[in-house]
Every structure is written in structure tokens, then in C-alpha cells.
């Protein structure tokens, strides 16, 4: 096992470098729910309503979003188990603001998913209350990032949570006070920990779990160079978890550094045809096992940024979606998003 420390996990957003490349918008008209991206006040790289709005008013029509809790702007003061709703608090204030409609028809965060932590055990429920109380109305579930692995060179996130904690009897008895009062769970993990996802769902099959990033699969450390291998180890887990009713999946993420892919060291920035030949043997899998009605785009911005514009990631998302029938197309871009997190299907 490899002991190299794993490289920053987010890449760098270079807009000099993204500015290199171009492209026109295809299928402007098409209704698009961004079911997963961030806001933060990271030092140095900042990325609130008006960057994000900029990014958004490249050409697509984006009718609403998902905004993911992000670790930002939590709360300074008051209990410690509190302080992550302080990131809804923010999120909800963006809401609000882009609900006006003074920046454009884009509803941002029409649906806000925040975070708590579940090994609190029931003790989380007042946590889980306070959020909803906070959300205006827009908070949909908690994520926890559960990624975790042994080897320090496989690490793609900054989250550090403990090994195997979805199997934990504190987490689970936080989890199972996500249902009864309406949430849904995200999950955060890589293609490794498939298989405890698997498990957490069928030992709750009432909660509605929504997995993120195509299950977060492994290129890096002592998994580069292994594609070929890693994905049929990922495709037999991903289609074991299809079995499970209770989940459903983003469609997305595959920018960061985690996947190893290597468009953010070439020279020039990559075309939406390039992306869509690359990402093609994960997304098609995913809408095959799960079909289009449980899958949903997701831009994971700022973070993909590191990759590619907003414009070509939604380019490559379309190339990939072409050949399905408008129905699947529809759910795939706004209605599954639309069903999964509450939100109002009309479109501005």
C-alpha cells in the first residue's frame, strides 16, 4: 500500500487557463436543475451568489439549483453540534436573494442540503429541526462525507471522518432520525465503500439516499493506471446498489482530482466532446442501472471548475444524454431534481 501523501484535493481554478477554450451552447432551450454545487467563503478562492451567477449565465438555461453543504460559514458561537447551521442560514440568504428575481430567473438553492453529525445519535434531531428552521422552507436532507480509505495517496477529499462510520450505531441512530422528519440523506463516499452504502440502505429503506459523484471512483494513488480495473470493480458494486430502491444518483463530479483524470495539466482546456468520451463509461452505466427517473446532472461547481468551464461541462453532459428519448433527457436535467428534492417543476 502506498504511503505518498495525496496531493491538494481540489484543483486550482485557473479562468485564464478556462478563457483558452470556447464553445457554442447546444440545446440552449433545454431546462436544466443543477442538482449539486457550493458556495463558500474558502480564503483565497471565495465563490458566493455573484460568482456562481456568473458562471451560471454562460448559456444554459438553468431554472434552479441544489446548493451542498461545503463546510462554510458555520456558526462562530453557541454548541458545537450547532454550528453547521449556520451554513444553511447562508445558504437560504442567497436563496432568498436569487428568489427576488433582480439576478436573473436562475432560482439558486431552491433546495439546500446541509450537514450534521449523525453519530450525535437521536441527539441530532434538534439539530435537524434547527436546520429546517433556518431553511426558509428550502431544506431538503443532510450529507455527511463518509469518504474514507487506508492509504493517504487515495484521500480525494478534505473531509477526515473515521473508517467505516455509515456501519456505526451512533451514526445509525442519527440516521434513523433523517425520515421522520422528511429528509433525505447524500452521501459522500468512494467506490471502495459501495458496498456499506449497500448495506445502509437496505437497513433503511424508507430513508432516500442520494449517492453524489457517480460514487466518487478511485484514480488516484494506488489506484492510477488501473481504469480498466477499477471500473468493473465499481460496476459491480454500483449495480448491486441499484437494487435498492431507496437510492438514487448524481450524475457528476468527475472533474475533481479523485477521478485521475488529466485535463487540468494539458495545455489547453478540454472540449465538451473530450469530456463526454472520457466521463461516457461511468454516466451510461449509471443511467442504465438506474434509469433516468433516479439520476440527475450535477456541475459540482466551484469545485469541477479545476477541470473545465460551466458551459462545456453542460455541453459534455448533453453530448452523452443525446441519443436518449426526450422523456429520459427531461428527467436526467430538471425532473429528477425536481421530484427528489421537492422542488417546483415550472420553469421560468
Known amino acids: 500500500m502506498s504511503q505518498t501523501p495525496a496531493k491538494a484535493p481540489h484543483l486550482a481554478v485557473r479562468p485564464d487557463w478556462l478563457a483558452r477554450w470556447r464553445e457554442e451552447?447546444?440545446?440552449?432551450?433545454?431546462?436544466?436543475?443543477?442538482?449539486?454545487?457550493h458556495l463558500w467563503d474558502h480564503p483565497g478562492a471565495p465563490y458566493f451568489?455573484?460568482?456562481?451567477?456568473?458562471?451560471?449565465?454562460?448559456?444554459?438555461?438553468?431554472?434552479?439549483?441544489?446548493?451542498?453543504?461545503?463546510?462554510?460559514?458555520?456558526?462562530?458561537?453557541?454548541?458545537?453540534?450547532?454550528?453547521?447551521?449556520?451554513?444553511?442560514?447562508?445558504l437560504n440568504e442567497a436563496a432568498t436573494l436569487s428568489a427576488r428575481g433582480a439576478h436573473g430567473p436562475c432560482r439558486v438553492a431552491a433546495a439546500i442540503v446541509g450537514h450534521?453529525?449523525?453519530?450525535?445519535?437521536?441527539?441530532?434531531?434538534?439539530?435537524?429541526?434547527?436546520?429546517?428552521?433556518?431553511?426558509?422552507?428550502?431544506?431538503?436532507?443532510?450529507?455527511?462525507?463518509?469518504?474514507?480509505?487506508?492509504?493517504?495517496?487515495?484521500?480525494?477529499?478534505?473531509?477526515?471522518?473515521?473508517?467505516?462510520?455509515?456501519?456505526?450505531?451512533?451514526?445509525?441512530?442519527?440516521?434513523?432520525?433523517?425520515?421522520?422528519l422528511g429528509l433525505s440523506f447524500d452521501a459522500w463516499i468512494y467506490h471502495t465503500q459501495l458496498p456499506e452504502l449497500t448495506d445502509l440502505a437496505r437497513a433503511f429503506p424508507d430513508t432516500l439516499i442520494v449517492l453524489n459523484h457517480v460514487g466518487g471512483v478511485l484514480?488516484?494513488?494506488?489506484?492510477?493506471?488501473?481504469?480498466?480495473?477499477?471500473?468493473?470493480?465499481?460496476?459491480?458494486?454500483?449495480?448491486?446498489?441499484?437494487?435498492?430502491p431507496n437510492v438514487v444518483l448524481k450524475l457528476g463530479g468527475m472533474g475533481m482530482r479523485l477521478f485521475g483524470f488529466d485535463f487540468a495539466e494539458r495545455e489547453d482546456p478540454p472540449s465538451s466532446q473530450?469530456?463526454?468520451?472520457?466521463?461516457?463509461?461511468?454516466?451510461?452505466?449509471?443511467?442504465?442501472?438506474?434509469?433516468?427517473?433516479?439520476?440527475?446532472?450535477?456541475?459540482?461547481?466551484?469545485?469541477?471548475?479545476?477541470?473545465?468551464?460551466?458551459?462545456v461541462l453542460w455541453n459534455a453532459f448533453k453530448r452523452v444524454a443525446a441519443g436518449l428519448s426526450e422523456a429520459d433527457k427531461q428527467a436526467l436535467f430538471s425532473e429528477s431534481a425536481a421530484r427528489i428534492y421537492r422542488l417546483d417543476a415550472r420553469t421560468p
Request: glycine letters at 8%; hydrophobic letters at 40%.
Open 219 to 244: 484514480g488516484i494513488g494506488p489506484y492510477a493506471g488501473r481504469r480498466d480495473e477499477v471500473r468493473l470493480q465499481w460496476l459491480a458494486h454500483l449495480k448491486e446498489l441499484a437494487q435498492c
Open 116 to 180: 450534521a453529525d449523525l453519530c450525535l445519535g437521536s441527539q441530532v434531531r434538534p439539530v435537524l429541526q434547527a436546520h429546517v428552521s433556518a431553511g426558509g422552507g428550502r431544506f431538503r436532507g443532510i450529507r455527511y462525507s463518509a469518504v474514507w480509505h487506508p492509504d493517504p495517496a487515495a484521500q480525494g477529499s478534505l473531509a477526515r471522518p473515521p473508517p467505516y462510520v455509515m456501519a456505526a450505531p451512533a451514526f445509525r441512530a442519527g440516521f434513523a432520525e433523517l425520515a421522520p
Open 274 to 311: 473530450l469530456l463526454a468520451q472520457a466521463w461516457r463509461p461511468y454516466l451510461e452505466p449509471c443511467i442504465q442501472y438506474f434509469g433516468a427517473e433516479r439520476c440527475m446532472f450535477e456541475s459540482n461547481f466551484p469545485v469541477d471548475k479545476g477541470s473545465c468551464s460551466y458551459a
Open 25 to 37: 451552447v447546444l440545446e440552449p432551450d433545454l431546462p436544466i436543475i443543477d442538482a449539486h454545487h
Open 49 to 90: 451568489l455573484e460568482d456562481f451567477l456568473q458562471d451560471v449565465g454562460a448559456g444554459h438555461r438553468i431554472t434552479a439549483t441544489v446548493a451542498v453543504e461545503c463546510k462554510a460559514m458555520y456558526r462562530t458561537q453557541g454548541p458545537v453540534a450547532l454550528q453547521p447551521v449556520g451554513e444553511t442560514e447562508f
